[in-house]
């Protein structure tokens, strides 16, 4: 017979929405489990970039960013599905739970100067004020527990160190330039290397791993009871039917009782093929998406479905999509890298299969990501080509293809990336028209040149500079295709999570189709829809939603068992 624990709240994940919850209950006096499927602590929020977009910031309303401006925006990024109640309620609560983390937990967040809205063309859209990113930590302040956090996505460090967007990118941008950038550079990775020689790993963390760092020294200060490889495989419920906690497997296995109910916050469903398959309307077969996220095997929605919740795909885009080159470690194992900045910048060019532009490669990776998509409908598979010439290579690499003085040999040999002569040798070994290829370039190189793109106006808005190279002149992401050598990545589709999600009402309960309360049961992060409707809104569009309604609803799970007759006073 399995034991059985009791406790106040019960999370599922311990991504940054499931941590959040548990900060602001325990702080609240609560006794909480964090019940984690995998190894580490962190989920997909640990390997990420780590921003959080969170109108309404201290920065923001220093800046003059208004309460109107903001809904403005939300309300023009996707009107057909915006959610007035759900960005009520996410901008009336961002003040409060950013206070709470910074003022009350570990938790310390950067305002950085640039940060601009994905769609700076729309109305209501800001150049800053609103994406905040977690301010570094050196991870000792855990103990021996840091070697249970999430280790970096190792195809986007740069040997083992994880640049930050911003300033600190653009440093490794120019390492072959710049003097002052290879100094600098050059004292990351030494600190780094050296850290994980004595460490086991580099402890300075830095990104989405920073701020699960910070969560879980917070949570293990509140006592909050974090149990890793410990997957929830089924929910209880009462003679009520109101969820009553769940039967945890793995190195804690026992029945959980949780007086006051449960939170999902266990990732997304785009690692979980039969859903997929469902929901995502390029991948019919399963076999077309490849997503590099981390615990986002649909165990969430699998949960809530078996408590009679629903997949909620009602919005504007199912998921975040993000294209990705898939490839091959040496030893033959399949590898992920995202292509999330480094399409935009000068003298690179995407191409479908007959050599053809198909959108601004300067979009935020999901605004191209859904022109690749809608681009291949029809077509069997979803694929592109990014590709640039020898001095593209030599100054920016591709992607995760580093530029000299790298050599090539390792990007070759795992798949990674395909060097042609001429163009038509590079359309050949990819498999595309050359006709169609050389065309292509020759139409671009003109205006490129002048810094101009008319096809479809790639460089023509701030945040299509920030993709870029500032430093670049006419324009910072545009520059003729020139002299082979020719390189190319091939790109499919991935993403950083699922806009579609269990269906939550205005307190993030789980509803059933018909709308009604699933009592005991709360959706919040990557697990739930989205709040904006499946739009992607700017830097941290997870992360902001998923730090405020996991604050919400470790503020109100209480008065919700209340309201169901459960005493609120808890036994620590």
């Not at 309404?56 to 996707?78: M, P």
């Not at 600098?184 to 994980?196: G, H, I, N, Q, S």
């Not at 069997?380 to 990014?386: A, C, L, Q």
Request: proline share 5%; hydrophobic share 40%.
């Amino acid at each position: 017979m399995s034991k059985t624990v009791v406790c106040d709240v019960l999370v599922v994940g311990s991504g940054v929405a499931g941590m959040a919850a548990a900060l602001k209950a325990a702080s609240q006096g609560l006794n909480v489990i964090v019940a984690e499927k995998d190894r580490y602590f962190g989920g997909t929020t640990a390997i990420s970039a780590g921003w959080a977009w969170v109108p309404g910031n201290k920065q923001g309303l220093e800046q003059g960013d208004t309460r109107e401006d903001a809904e403005t925006y939300l309300r023009n990024l996707a009107p057909e599905t915006f959610n007035a109640a759900g960005v009520r309620d996410f901008l009336d609560t961002v003040p409060e739970a950013i206070s709470f983390f910074e003022n009350e937990t570990e938790v310390q967040f950067t305002y950085p100067e640039k940060a601009p809205d994905y769609q700076m063309d729309l109305p209501g859209a800001k150049l800053s004020g609103r994406a905040i990113l977690p301010r570094d930590v050196d991870a000792r302040v855990l103990g021996d527990t840091r070697l249970l956090m999430q280790p970096y996505m190792s195809s986007y460090t740069v040997f083992g160190y994880m640049p930050q967007v911003g300033p600190d990118i653009n440093e490794f941008f120019h390492v072959n330039q710049s003097i002052k950038s290879f100094v600098y550079v050059a004292k990351k990775l030494l600190r780094t290397w050296v850290d994980a020689a004595r460490y086991k790993r580099p402890v300075l963390r830095s990104n989405g791993n920073a701020l699960m760092t910070r969560m879980v020294k917070s949570a293990a200060d509140l006592g909050v009871r974090l149990w890793n490889a410990s997957p929830a495989l089924s929910l209880t419920r009462g003679d009520d039917g109101a969820i009553t906690g769940a039967v945890i497997g793995g190195e804690h296995a026992a029945t959980v009782t949780a007086r006051m109910g449960v939170i999902l916050a266990a990732g997304g469903f785009s690692g979980n093929k039969k859903l997929r398959q469902e929901h995502f309307p390029h991948d019919a077969n399963g076999d077309d998406h490849f997503t590099p996220t981390i615990g986002h095997g649909g165990d969430a929605a699998n949960l809530a479905i078996s408590a009679g919740g629903h997949i909620d795909d009602s919005v504007v885009s199912v998921g975040s999509w993000a294209p990705v080159t898939v490839f091959k470690y040496l030893n033959g194992a399949q590898r992920l890298f995202p292509h999330l900045r480094a399409i935009g910048l000068p003298g690179l060019i995407a191409v479908d299969r007959y050599g053809k532009r198909f959108g601004n490669e300067a979009l935020s990776y999901h605004d191209f990501g859904g022109a690749m998509i809608a681009h291949n409908k029809g077509e069997e598979k979803t694929f592109g080509y990014v590709i640039g010439d020898a001095k593209t290579m030599h100054k920016y690499g591709i992607g995760y293809a580093k530029p000299w003085p790298m050599p090539c040999g390792y990007f070759y040999r795992t798949g990674y990336l395909v060097k042609g002569k001429t163009l038509e040798e590079l359309a050949g070994k990819l498999g595309i028209d050359a006709e169609g290829l050389k065309a292509t370039v020759s139409e671009f190189n003109p205006a490129a040149e002048r810094g101009e793109d008319p096809a479809f106006g790639r460089g023509s808005t701030l945040y299509n500079h920030f993709r870029g190279d500032m430093e670049h002149k006419p324009n910072p992401n545009l520059a003729p295709v020139g002299k082979g050598p020719y390189y190319a990545a091939k790109i499919q589709m991935g993403d950083l999570g699922t806009f579609a999600g269990v269906g939550v009402n205005e307190r993030s309960e789980v509803v059933t189709a018909e709308g009604t309360p699933v009592p005991g049961l709360i959706a919040v992060g990557a697990a739930a829809v989205s709040v904006f409707g499946g739009g992607y809104p700017g830097y941290g569009s997870h992360i902001g939603p998923a730090l405020v309604f996991g604050y919400r609803a470790g503020r109100d799970i209480a008065v919700l068992a209340a309201e169901r007759g459960v005493s609120r006073v808890a036994a620590r």
